[in-house]
């Protein structure tokens, strides 16, 4: 479900109008990281503690030159550094590259490796899931089923001249962005604007139209006509084996490998529910015009969970350890309403129904606890709620945890009750039993059936060898009482009813079949359980939090820094020689060994550059921890460890550094609690 589109109204290029003070009662909250001066998007907040407005295209009079540099500077410089250090880099460069392919180089790997590692310790380990991992070729008739064949698309048009061609939404989004522009523009044709730019991301085929001849929307920088709407499959095809008859996608998501082998992962749990299975892996789509970086590409990773409940018992066991949490929503109604950001509690937001149960809550929670801890900020995090245009027919309910970046509120992870539908879907297209077996509680009971009489003569006689298909579909009705007496009853009414089974119709008689309600004694039933599923965008959860995470040192422009919490750093410590002496190099070995045996990842810099000058290097990819080697060490064999944010330092001794600095990395201990613990150490070196 993820990924469909940056959604609109949050990946407009005016994300500057969003900027505004926070007047809570209680505090004034900075948006990011307090010690990043250049990047200073905040919300404004009402005089209550419970309701935000987010004011998306007003901005405080002179600030609006400012917060645009502030904005490039802030994207520029992030994105020059990962290129620079080689985070990531366009796949293909030596070759002109491909839109919408990165590779990540050995910063971003290990960062994106110390994400998926958290990921599964958060989810995986702390949840009892079970962890499974699909092949990314997925037959057609798989994607047929599930939808994604005849759905899986968005609408693009093409320059009428240059034949380039361009997300239709994307193209109408830029337009009334810059219309919106113009200040001699009246108060209604502001709030019209706003309105399509809102809902441009969720127009059909006909209202995007509609709107692009309205609005008289060009081809992006050549003026030139463009061709209606049209749709375009964004799965990558694929033929299975040399006979071209076993065609193929490259998968869109991850999600359906597991509900293909549903029945594999309820009997490995005890044929119980509920329980999760959860798959980290790649997956493809074919976006028309990739953008914005990491936030638009072609090729990424995903990991999903799919939690699978009783449908009538949505309750979680441990939704109380939650509850009290706070959270800010963005509800569907608000959405065309007041725009209003509600802070409420998890709780709250289930007993008033606003979140449709405690399950889908308690991973809306424990996403929020793990973004949180990875780096991005509390007042940079909301869940938007999806609107009904925006469902799928067989949602019950969704919601989106999106993170504020330069390009907008982005869309990172999605978190939907999907019902039963992938289940019955691929149960009723490839006959395999998708369901589950729960016994009554308070004993066997008697259970309305339908009794079918088929007249296997008449049916043979009018259906020839095609007469196994109805009749295995007639059979298979005995406990869908409802459909078989529909069937009943049309036959009743019209004397007939025609059956469409693979595409392929049959015509039943009144004389073929008689459909009755009768009773049956059970000890229990079958059904198909429903599915929670939360779905991560890692590559976009990463640009985010390195964004959210970049800033400046005071009156140092060049001087960038990574604030990234030790447990997703690239690396946890630096080694730093103060010089190249031989008296030193023991030292270096030792401690690198040392720090290797506890599972602490090391960079040496052993250039001979100045100290000042190594620190700038490791704190630029987020290394946390600095340790430097002088000629104190080869006196007394201590050391200095130097913190990244604050930059400051103690002196401690080789004994204790493997064991301090894992507790550093673990977060079980801060470091202000280490600064008590061992002297501090004045540096004049930065």
């Known amino acids: 479900m993820l990924f469909r589109r940056l959604l609109s109204g949050r990946n407009n290029n005016i994300i500057n ?3 505004k003070s926070i007047n809570q009662n209680k505090s004034s909250i900075l948006l990011l990281n307090n010690k990043s001066p250049n990047f200073n998007y905040n919300f404004n907040f009402t005089t209550t503690t419970t309701t935000t407005t987010l004011s998306r295209f007003n901005i405080v009079g002179p600030n609006l030159e400012k917060n645009m540099e502030n904005k490039e500077k802030i994207r520029n410089g992030l994105e020059e550094l990962m290129k620079r250090r080689f985070f990531i880099t366009p796949a293909f460069q030596i070759y002109r590259g491909v839109a919408g392919l990165y590779d990540y180089g ?6 994106k490796a110390n994400l998926i590692n958290y990921w599964r310790q958060h989810f995986v380990l702390n949840e009892d899931m079970s962890e499974v991992d699909c092949t990314s070729v997925t037959p057609e008739i798989v994607l047929k089923t599930s939808g994604h064949v005849a759905k899986f698309s968005d609408f693009m048009v093409k320059d009428e001249v240059t034949k380039l061609y361009f997300r239709a939404d994307h193209v109408l989004e830029g337009h ?12 209604d044709k502001v709030k019209e604007l706003k309105h399509v730019l809102t809902k441009a991301g969720d127009y059909n085929q006909q209202e995007l139209k509609e709107a692009l001849v309205k609005y008289n929307v060009k081809a992006p920088e050549t003026g030139n006509a463009l061709s209606d709407p049209y749709p375009f499959n964004l799965m990558f ?25 549903f029945a594999k992962l309820y009997e490995f749990n005890g044929k119980k529910l509920p329980f999760a299975a959860a798959q980290i ?6 976006e028309i015009a990739p953008r914005s970086g990491l936030l638009r590409v072609r090729e990424f990773t995903m990991a999903e969970i799919e939690h699978f409940v009783n449908p009538n018992e949505k309750t979680h066991p441990k939704f109380q350890e939650v509850a009290n949490d706070k959270v800010f929503l963005l509800s569907s109604e608000a959405q065309d309403t007041t725009k209003e950001i509600i802070e409420t509690t998890f709780g709250d937001a289930v007993s008033k129904g606003l979140i449709d149960n405690e399950t889908l809550a308690y991973f809306m929670a424990r996403t929020q606890l793990f973004l949180h801890t990875v780096g991005i900020k509390p007042a940079g995090l909301r869940f938007r709620q999806h609107q009904r245009n925006e469902m799928a027919h067989y949602a019950k309910d969704c919601w989106d945890a999106e993170i504020l970046t330069t390009y907008g509120w982005i869309e990172c992870v999605g978190h939907a009750d999907r019902s039963c539908y992938d289940l019955t879907v691929h149960a009723n297209e490839s006959k395999a039993n998708l369901t589950v077996y ?21 049916m043979g006689k009018q259906f020839k060898q095609a007469a196994k298909a109805p009749m295995e579909y007639l059979a298979g009705l005995k406990d869908k009482v409802d459909e078989a007496m529909q069937i009943q009853e049309a036959l009743n009414t019209t004397g007939s009813y025609v059956l469409n089974i693979d595409g392929q119709e ?5 004389e073929m079949v008689t459909i009755t309600k009768g009773q049956e004694k059970k000890s229990g039933k079958n059904y198909y359980p429903h599915v929670i599923e939360p779905s991560f965008g890692l590559g976009r959860i990463i640009y985010a939090l390195l964004e959210q995470n970049y800033w400046t040192r005071e009156n140092d422009e060049q001087r960038g820094v990574l604030s990234l919490p030790a447990i997703i750093a690239p690396v946890k410590a630096s080694i730093l020689p103060l010089t190249n002496s031989e008296k030193l190099v023991p030292f270096v070995a030792k401690i690198s060994k040392l720090l290797k045996e506890a599972g602490i990842s090391t960079k040496l810099d052993d250039t001979g550059n100045a100290i000042g000058r190594k620190y700038a290097r490791t704190d630029e990819i987020g290394i946390p921890f600095g340790i430097t080697i002088d000629f104190t060490t080869v006196e007394d064999e201590t050391v200095t460890l130097r913190e990244r944010d604050t930059t400051k330092q103690i002196r401690i001794p080789i004994t204790d550094l493997a064991l301090t600095l894992k507790k550093l990395c673990d977060n079980t201990v801060s470091w202000s609690d280490v600064s008590k613990t061992f002297p501090a150490y004045e540096s004049q070196s930065e």
């Open 17 to 19: 109008n969003c900027i």
């Open 438 to 458: 729960e016994e009554f509680k308070d004993g066997p009971k008697m259970i309305d059936i339908a009794v079918i009489d088929v007249k296997k003569q008449l």
């Open 506 to 510: 049959f015509t039943l008689t009144k």
């Open 176 to 187: 009334i962005e810059k219309l919106l522009l113009d200040t001699k523009l009246t108060e």
């Open 281 to 286: 892996g790649n997956a493809f789509r074919n």
């Open 237 to 261: 095809k694929t033929e299975i084996g040399p006979s071209g008859n076993n065609p193929g996608y490259l998968r869109p998501e991850t999600a359906q490998g597991i509900f293909v082998n």
């Open 106 to 111: 050995p910063p971003g790997c290990a960062v």
